[in-house]
């Protein structure tokens, strides 16, 4: 396959891809605009931060699969690429440690003013007294907003600094999530408003993306305890600067910040940033994933995430239906004989039935297998009883559903 990379990637993943006979192109110097005029005659493109626009996914007639070398996907136009049938997949959880140890190290930084502390050091001055007036963490209450793999990370170092965790109850959380909550020792609670209001420190863990824009706006600010902590290591859109800045300066809130609205595009650039620069903040320039552990799990994540779509088999998708689609879906049992699942689509065009998703599982020992259709139409009486009627078909179940 030929394989873009827009963003950097360690050169010992690379290689890795190149010896499996893959022809390897790496130009972390491709910016948005650029990805249009390079993506032609590619298979496969990975990137990191940089945006991949419906442009870019319209100018490929080869591409399959987009790899976000990392968690969030909100910088890929995720609906374009469904639209054209090309993957995108993510690297999830590779980087959550390193996110998490950023949060806690930013938590420190704020109470224990770091920054400022050794500021006055490089610049001659001694102030122990001034310095002294930390709250310190130890039986403070750390409200989790958003528990996946980074929450849940983040969630662990909070206790082990005495806190009590609170995150919000969710009831279509998956189980694997709750037993973790649970073997952590987190406290639920009915809503994000009581969340915020209980809290002593706030740590922001969503996605980005229109659903969580702002989700920390002006009314939610006014809920947090005076002098309380706010942290965001997630994406800078989800907090309404304006409305933390007024914050700041109307109840002493402080903030530890490693994400902005408006980042420069590039990994250097001027930043002019009425937020970053409040005495109230502690900030970093958006680096919780940059360490090289984190570095080198995402890099092997992304080749097996490249190696998987090889495979037939992509993995970590998010835009494809997980769920059960269509109106019915046929479960044909069948003996795994040549021409079997190609009879089986023959009798559903010809009643006219659209097939959306279709797997075929084999058992053990390659005699019999399982063909699993979701199927749009009106699946009949008498068309269950001809596929039922072909060789070497087992059984047929039909489960329709209500649109």
Known sequence: MKILFADALPEAYVDLLAQRGDECTVSPELGADDIPDAIEGYDVLVVRSTK?????????????LIVRSGAGTNTIDCQAAADAGIY???????????????????????????????????????DKKGYSKADGLMGK????????????????RARSFGMTVVAERKADRRHDVEARIRSIGIRLVENLDELVAESDIISIHVPGGESTENLIDERL???????????????????????LIA?????????????????PDGGTGEFNSALASHPNVVGTHHIGASTQQAQDATSAGTVDVIEAY???????CVNVVRTRVGSATITIR????VGVLAA???VLRRGDINVQTMANKVFQGSNAAMAIIDVVGEVSDDLTSELASLDNVIQVQITARNE
């Open 221 to 243: 600010l006014g809920l947090m305890k005076p002098s309380a902590i706010l942290i965001n290591t997630s994406r800078g859109e989800v907090v309404d600067e304006e409305a």
């Open 88 to 126: 995108v997949c993510n690297v999830p959880g590779t980087n959550a440690i390193a996110v998490a140890e950023l949060t806690l190290g930013l938590l420190l930084a704020v109470d224990r003013h770091i920054p400022a502390a050794t500021g006055d050091l490089k610049n001659g001055m001694w």
């Open 247 to 263: 914050a700041m300066d109307d109840k002493g809130i402080r903030a530890g910040l490693d994400v902005f609205r408006h980042e």
């Open 52 to 64: 991949v626009t419906a442009e870019a996914i319209g100018r490929s007639s080869r591409l399959g």
């Open 310 to 316: 090889r495979a037939g088999d992509p993995q970590n």
């Open 334 to 337: 069948h003996f795994d004989r």
């Open 344 to 346: 089986a689509l023959q």
């Open 141 to 156: 209450t750390f409200g989790v907003v958003g528990v996946g793999e980074i929450g849940l990370a983040v969630a662990e």
